[in-house]
């Protein structure tokens, strides 16, 4: 499956007509310099810009996705590039707006908003730029600003260029003496599947080592764009450069680096994950590249029909507006599927206002894939529920709430592969009042409940015997004030990889494991 990029134009020419009306559009924004203290100039003003906003994303993101499609396509590339520099015009062109807004004062600009509801939408846009009105400069300055945009913002252009525009797949022959092209889109399912530590290592360095060539190259673009935002943040009166990226999400940095600290203080549940993992894998020495690697592998491949199939049957109880929209965002022509040479790397949903989003995939069969499909396909169904109900100038939304709908749809998978009807048959509960809603347990997760007899704990055996365990570290009664949750973590460890009996004194996981590889091969 590819995009059908004629949602958006036709032809070429269609698009060049395009943009030109948009650079006309951005030439007409210097007729109101010095009439947005008049009331019906700047609601001309307001009315041009959420045209332009219309407009011109139309224009953009075709140029945008065009040119993801293949980065080593120079006629994408310098459409693109006039795209941008479209922007970068009405950048300098509109220099003088913030400035002269603030100049008129918030009380005289939301009068003119109240008074003409054709405008509402700009209500939010001028709150915020009042809210921030000392980091905006006096309009000469602005106007220097924006005649540096083209250069200043161009580290990420040019990585892309280099990372992925000259990038080219290498052949690596591995042990079994099988030779595998590796690309930046496929090195992780290759290293996932691969037993042999000699193989991860070659593959590795096979996508790497072009960076470690460049890596002088590389060094000097993150420089450079280290270098812009300590001069931007300083230019605009911002304390420091977090603050400048979170300033326009309303975020104070305290709550950014509280939130660093909590995490690097709470850490010691995936150390110990980690070093779960190298026992359970067999690994000496635990490499960047194993993390890759799977604790239970399969060689089960999933297609992409596969993955939109999982997605839907997660979400099947949902409200029916919630799953069209799930089946009208992975629509033929608007998800582009497999990897290709050239094409972008990674995974988006690209949505504008009140257009149909786009989902960009590279995908590789794997598990992981089938969650990215549903990960990008609640990006886009968010914008289309924002498309839905906000007007054009209020339809994109923050980081900060960005991931939640994406995650949520993650969830829905790991629901799905908990408690399916496939991994779990049923549920043996004792007669405590939290389970009185039994009968919604056994409709939303179509499993059977029962009910252990009154004083028969032996019915519920596996759960009394764990507490006869516990008890033998923890007796009744015992003040957990005198340990900390090491402690805990250690106990834990003990009872959860202990050899079983009933498994030929095999540990659960060495047990799953060899089950696993069963059902699998």
């Known amino acids: 499956m590819k995009w059908d990029l004629t949602y958006h134009f036709k032809n070429q020419e269609e698009f060049e007509k395009a943009l030109e009306e948009v650079n006309q559009m951005v030439a007409k924004f210097g007729e109101y310099e010095g009439k947005l203290n008049n009331e019906e100039s700047f609601v001309e003003y307001c009315l041009l810009s959420k045209k332009f906003e219309e407009d011109a994303s139309r224009v953009y993101q075709y140029a945008s996705l065009k040119s993801d499609l293949n980065k080593k396509d120079v006629e994408n590339a310098a459409a693109l590039n006039r795209c941008q520099m479209a922007l970068y015009t009405l950048s300098e062109v509109r220099s003088f707006a913030d400035?002269?807004?603030?100049?008129?004062?918030?009380?005289?600009?939301?009068?003119?908003?109240?008074?003409?509801?054709?405008?509402?939408?700009?209500?939010?846009?001028?709150?915020?730029?009042?809210?921030?009105?000392?980091?905006?400069?006096?309009?000469?300055?602005?106007?220097?600003?924006?005649?540096?945009?083209?250069?200043?913002?161009?580290?990420?252009?040019?990585?892309?260029?280099?990372?992925?525009?000259?990038?080219?797949?290498?052949?690596?022959?591995?042990?079994?003496?099988?030779?595998?092209?590796?690309?930046?889109?496929?090195?992780?399912?290759?290293?996932?599947?691969?037993?042999?530590?000699?193989?991860?290592?070659?593959?590795?360095?096979?996508?790497?080592?072009?960076?470690?060539?460049?890596?002088?190259?590389?060094?000097?673009?993150?420089?450079?764009?280290?270098?812009?935002?300590?001069?931007?943040?300083?230019?605009?009166?911002?304390?420091?450069?977090?603050?400048?990226?979170?300033?326009?999400?309303?975020?104070?940095?305290?709550?950014?680096?509280?939130?660093?600290?909590?995490?690097?203080?709470?850490?010691?549940?995936?150390?110990?994950?980690?070093?779960?993992?190298?026992?359970?894998?067999?690994?000496?020495?635990?490499?960047?590249?194993?993390?890759?690697?799977?604790?239970?592998?399969?060689?089960?491949?999933?297609?992409?029909?596969?993955?939109?199939?999982?997605?839907?049957?997660?979400?099947?109880?949902?409200?029916?507006?919630?799953?069209?929209?799930?089946?009208?965002?992975?629509?033929?022509?608007?998800?582009?599927?497999?990897?290709?040479?050239?094409?972008?790397?990674?995974?988006?949903?690209?949505?504008?206002?009140?257009?149909?989003?786009?989902?960009?995939?590279?995908?590789?069969?794997?598990?992981?894939?089938?969650?990215?499909?549903?990960?990008?396909?609640?990006h886009s169904i968010h914008s289309m529920y924002a498309t839905q109900t906000q007007p054009t100038m209020l339809q994109d939304y923050t980081i900060f709430v960005a991931e939640i709908a994406s995650t949520f749809n993650e969830h829905c998978i790991i629901a799905l592969g908990k408690f399916g009807r496939n991994n779990l048959k049923s549920l043996t509960v004792d007669r405590g009042k939290e389970f009185a809603g039994y009968l919604e347990l056994e409709n939303k997760l179509d499993l059977d409940v029962y009910f252990a007899d009154a004083y028969s704990s032996w019915q519920r055996g596996t759960n009394e015997n764990t507490n006869g365990l516990i008890r033998e570290f923890f007796p009744k009664k015992f003040d957990f004030s005198t340990i900390n949750q090491n402690h805990v973590d250690i106990v834990e460890d003990i009872l959860n990889n202990r050899p079983r009996k009933c498994l030929g004194y095999k540990t659960p996981l060495e047990a799953f494991n060899e089950e696993q590889a069963k059902c699998c091969t």
């Open 99 to 378: 400035p002269e807004i603030l100049s008129v004062g918030e009380e005289k600009i939301m009068g003119f908003i109240n008074n003409h509801k054709e405008i509402e939408e700009v209500r939010f846009a001028m709150q915020k730029l009042f809210r921030g009105s000392k980091h905006v400069l006096d309009a000469g300055s602005e106007r220097l600003l924006s005649l540096f945009a083209p250069v200043t913002s161009s580290g990420a252009d040019l990585y892309s260029a280099l990372a992925v525009g000259d990038s080219k797949g290498v052949d690596v022959k591995l042990k079994n003496k099988e030779v595998v092209s590796v690309t930046q889109g496929n090195y992780i399912s290759l290293i996932a599947n691969s037993k042999e530590a000699s193989d991860r290592k070659k593959i590795f360095e096979a996508v790497y080592k072009t960076y470690d060539e460049h890596k002088n190259t590389y060094a000097t673009i993150y420089n450079n764009v280290l270098q812009d935002n300590k001069a931007n943040a300083k230019a605009r009166n911002y304390e420091s450069v977090l603050e400048s990226f979170l300033y326009d999400n309303n975020i104070p940095t305290s709550v950014f680096t509280n939130l660093i600290d909590v995490a690097g203080n709470n850490n010691k549940a995936l150390k110990k994950y980690i070093k779960l993992r190298k026992k359970a894998l067999g690994l000496k020495t635990y490499h960047t590249y194993d993390r890759f690697l799977e604790l239970a592998h399969s060689n089960k491949q999933y297609s992409y029909e596969d993955a939109k199939n999982l997605f839907f049957t997660s979400i099947k109880d949902f409200p029916e507006d919630f799953k069209a929209k799930a089946h009208e965002v992975l629509r033929e022509g608007f998800v582009d599927v497999e990897e290709r040479l050239g094409k972008r790397t990674g995974a988006y949903s690209s949505s504008v206002a009140n257009l149909h989003p786009f989902i960009l995939l590279n995908f590789d069969h794997t598990l992981d894939s089938v969650f990215t499909v549903a990960h990008e396909a609640g």
